[in-house]
C-alpha cells in the first residue's frame, strides 16, 4: 500500500516563503511522475506542479514563476519549495503521482494546511 505523509505545515504572511516534504512509502518515486495538487476552502483540488521521473516540471500558471517543484529520489521524498506567497495560495496540500501521467496512487494522504495572511 502505498502512503504519503505531507509535513511542513506553516502561516505565513504574503510575500513569504515555505518549503513542503512528501515523504513516499510503498512505492519508489523514481518510477513514477510526481505531483502537488491543493485543495482550497470550497474549491476542488487542483494539480499544481508535477515532475516526471526525468525531473522534467510543469506548472499551473497560478504559480508558474513562484514555486518549484524537485524529488529526492534517494529519500522518496518529493518538494515543494514556494515563495512570493499570496493569500490565494492558502489550501490543503497534497502529493501524490501525476494522474495525467498514469501515476496516481489511488488514495491521499492527510495533507498539510498552508495558510497565507497578514
Known amino acids: 500500500q502505498v502512503r504519503m505523509v505531507e509535513s511542513g505545515v506553516g502561516s505565513v504572511q504574503p510575500g513569504g516563503s515555505l518549503r513542503l516534504s512528501c515523504a513516499v512509502s510503498?512505492?519508489?518515486?523514481?518510477?513514477?511522475?510526481m505531483g502537488w495538487y491543493r485543495r482550497a476552502p470550497g474549491s476542488q483540488r487542483d494539480l499544481v506542479a508535477t515532475?516526471?521521473?526525468?525531473?522534467?516540471?510543469n506548472y499551473a500558471d497560478s504559480v508558474k514563476g513562484r514555486f518549484t517543484i524537485s524529488r529526492d529520489n534517494a529519500k522518496n521524498t518529493v518538494y515543494l519549495q514556494m515563495n512570493s506567497l499570496k493569500p490565494e495560495d492558502t489550501a490543503v496540500y497534497y502529493c501524490?503521482?501525476?494522474?495525467?501521467?498514469?501515476?496516481?496512487?489511488?488514495?491521499w494522504g492527510q495533507g498539510t494546511q498552508v495558510t497565507v495572511s497578514s
Open positions: 515532475i516526471t521521473t526525468g525531473g522534467i516540471t
Open positions: 510503498g512505492t519508489p518515486i523514481s518510477l513514477n511522475a
Open positions: 501524490n503521482g501525476d494522474y495525467r501521467s498514469g501515476s496516481f496512487f489511488g488514495s
